[in-house]
């Protein structure tokens, strides 16, 4: 819908999905100062101006140099007038103002540590704002409204804040490979989401499970979690069941998912020539031998796995744009269990995530490729 020169349309595809949108690119505070007034917008409800602003960030991760004048700004695409104002602020005066303010503004800095809970939406968030809460401390007034996720995440808000590193993600790996494995020893699982992508740290770690015998899934989510569970591995979890009669809308997935908190026990520590110097225990509490770690576990059948490892690899907003896409170009819809053409009324299985793309008629996009 842009208007735009056919040359300049060549030059930026306007889908996320039409473009390599590497994990590191060459502008990053003016796309971390967009993104702060995206998350702004969307902590105000306003779902336009968000998706305004995120498609310029995006647009500028795709960038192969670093902006430096104003001028260069003019020519952008995709980019709206608001984001170019900002843009071009940032490259004359190294703020801009309006980021500043935001970032300085009290729903912004209270929905940000809100929004930070495990289990806690911008809806809840911000009508907690409205009732006078502004920090976790003002939600113990409201424990006993707190739902079981909340009062986790609460539990462990301080752990869930860091970080998940690389090695702590291959650690959870490990943990829920040997979960599953004692039950079905060629069970396939996959690491999906940012670290997929290439990320080095993430919010959490995501993965997939699949079997080519459906019959070996039955159950398999819950008497893994169990296992772990009596391990002493799981500090919460929530499992949310396959729904069969889900609508096949773009937006709606229906994976037998588990979203959980880990405990998951520190790195052994290197063997050091010094390892048996004893140190003085000042602190009288014992030190915590673990750390709580989000986890999402999800449940694809083998038919519908390269759909589920598509949607679950990201990033949202390439997710987001693939399915638009889909829907605009394609009149087709997509989502995690596969790809509707609306038109033909028909599916199109795929067994590789190369297929779906061919079937979209898309240039294939490596996960890393995916960082829109
Ligand atoms: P991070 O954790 O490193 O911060 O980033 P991420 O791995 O990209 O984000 P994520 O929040 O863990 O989400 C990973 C992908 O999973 C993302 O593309 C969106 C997708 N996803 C959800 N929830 C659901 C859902 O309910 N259904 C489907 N199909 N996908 C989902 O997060
Ligand atoms: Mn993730
Ligand atoms: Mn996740």
């Known amino acids: ?17 039409q473009r390599r949108t590497p994990l590191h690119h060459h502008n990053k505070e003016i796309v971390d100062a967009l993104q702060i007034l995206a998350l702004s917008a969307s902590f105000q ?22 902006l430096q004048s104003a ?3 003019k020519d952008l695409q995709f980019c709206g007038g608001h984001s170019k104002t900002v843009i071009q602020e940032i490259l004359e005066d190294r703020v801009c103002r309006e980021v500043e303010m935001v970032k300085n503004s009290e729903h912004y800095q209270s929905m940000k540590v809100l929004t930070g809970i495990f289990g806690v939406g911008i809806r ?22 707190l739902t079981g996720e909340q009062k986790a995440g609460l539990l462990h808000y301080t752990d869930l804040q860091q970080p998940v590193t690389r090695d702590e993600a291959e650690r959870v790996e490990q943990l829920v490979k040997g979960a599953l ?15 997929r992508r290439g990320k080095q740290e993430g919010h959490d770690v995501d993965f997939l499970i699949t079997h080519p015998n459906e019959e070996a899934l039955n159950g398999l989510l819950r008497k893994a979690v169990a296992w772990l569970d009596s391990k002493g591995s799981i500090l919460y979890h929530h499992i949310k069941g396959r729904s069969h009669n889900f609508a096949r809308s773009s937006t709606m997935d229906g994976h037998e998912t588990c979203y959980a908190i880990f405990a998951l026990p520190n790195a052994c520590p290197e063997k050091s020539p010094d390892a048996g110097t004893i140190q003085p225990d000042l602190d009288k509490s014992p030190p915590r031998n673990w750390k709580a770690v989000r986890v999402d576990l999800v449940v694809a059948p083998y038919s519908e796995y390269s759909y589920a490892l598509l949607g679950w690899t990201g990033s949202k907003h390439f997710e987001r744009e693939l399915r638009r896409f889909s829907l605009q170009v394609k009149k087709m819809s997509l989502n995690s269990h596969g790809l509707f053409d609306i038109e033909k009324k028909c599916h199109y299985p795929a067994t590789s995530e190369e297929e779906i793309f061919a079937h979209l008629g898309l240039l294939y996009l490596t996960p890393s490729e995916r960082n829109a």
Do not use: H
């Open 124 to 145: 809840t968030a911000d009508k907690w704002y409205r009732d006078g809460i502004r920090s976790l401390s003002d939600l113990n007034e409201i424990e006993g409204k």
């Open 1 to 17: 819908s842009s208007v735009s020169s056919d040359k300049a349309t060549q030059e930026t595809p306007s889908y996320a999905c």
């Open 71 to 73: 001028e260069e700004v």
């Open 181 to 195: 494995q004692s039950f079905v020893p060629d069970v396939q699982v996959t690491m999906t989401g940012g670290f």
């Open 45 to 66: 409800g306003s779902e336009a101006r968000y998706l305004g602003f995120t498609r310029a960030a995006s647009v500028l991760k795709c960038l192969p140099f670093t």
